[in-house]
């Protein structure tokens, strides 16, 4: 059974590859040349995974690929981090969608800037943290990542 040297597609005896069209060689009888590159994740180091789940904006989506991904399924520190990362998400989302409308109406109350410095500074903390691998469970945040990884 012949692949391509190219895409790895299957060619058998052909020529050309009828995927990418590159010109097989002779002996093209190798196994396809990435097999590493069906999973996207597989050079992703699992602590890398872990910091990205804490960017603020943006570490939601970071925390849905790694909790959906099958390289990460059974590492349980990374998916603890990728569900308090998803909880730290919806707690920014409860700050912007719900306390900052309802308290900008109060003239002279910032609590909305100090929940967004709170929630900015846990954030940070939380990198440092799965920087040097460690569980560190925020409050009511940690307690929720635990029960969601142990439910897995």
Request: with cysteine; net charge positive; proline share 7%.
């Amino acid at each position: 059974m012949s692949f391509c040297s190219q895409c790895g597609n299957q060619v058998g005896t052909a020529r050309y590859c009828a995927r990418c069209g590159a010109k097989q060689p002779v002996d093209s009888a190798a196994p396809p040349p990435r097999a590493a590159a069906r999973d996207p994740l597989a050079a992703l180091n699992p602590r890398t995974a872990s910091i990205l789940c804490y960017i603020p904006g943006i570490g939601w989506i970071a925390s849905i690929i790694v909790l959906a991904s099958d390289r990460f399924r059974h590492d349980r520190l990374v998916r603890f981090h990728g569900f308090q990362g998803l909880y730290l998400f919806v707690a920014w989302l409860l700050d912007d969608q719900v306390l900052r409308p309802v308290l900008q109406r109060i003239p002279g109350f910032h609590l909305h800037s100090l929940v967004q410095a709170v929630l900015l500074g846990m954030s940070i903390f939380m990198m440092v943290k799965a920087a040097h691998d460690e569980a560190y469970s925020l409050p009511l945040f940690g307690e929720l990542a635990h029960k969601s990884v142990a439910e897995d």
